[in-house]
């Protein structure tokens, strides 16, 4: 079946960097786009990032664009996410998800249990 496993929150101080992954097994990885998505304490879930099948295609959503960078490794069945320039508004808990289809315009259909980023002084 199709399991998602997010590592790498933690903790780090506004201007710090962390870096997400997201292990996939029990579908065939290269063939799907992946999403990050991230729900900050009290509120709604909230897309941040998205990555093409391929690879060659990227979106973002505007709070984070110019300081998170959404990458992908097949040969590790690995989505990743590198934040850059942390925000305290950045805090969440951060969930990588399986596209629908190859591009991310037809949706996610399995989700991690997410990984919790604070960034804080």
């Known amino acids: 079946q199709v399991q998602l496993a997010e590592s790498g929150g933690g903790l780090a101080q506004p201007g710090g960097s962390l870096r997400l992954s997201c292990a996939a097994s029990?579908?065939?990885?290269?063939?799907?786009?992946m999403t990050w998505a991230r729900q900050a304490p009290g509120k709604g879930l909230e897309w941040v990032s998205a990555i093409y099948y391929d690879g060659r295609s990227t979106d973002y959503a505007d709070p984070v664009k110019g300081r998170f960078i959404i990458s992908r490794d097949d040969d590790k069945n690995t989505v990743y996410l590198q934040m850059n320039s942390l925000k305290p508004e950045d805090t969440g808990l951060y969930y990588c998800a399986k596209g629908v289809y190859s591009d991310y315009l037809g949706g996610m259909d399995y989700w991690g249990k997410g990984t919790l980023v604070t960034v804080s002084s």
């Open positions: 029990g579908f065939t990885f290269s063939s799907y786009a």
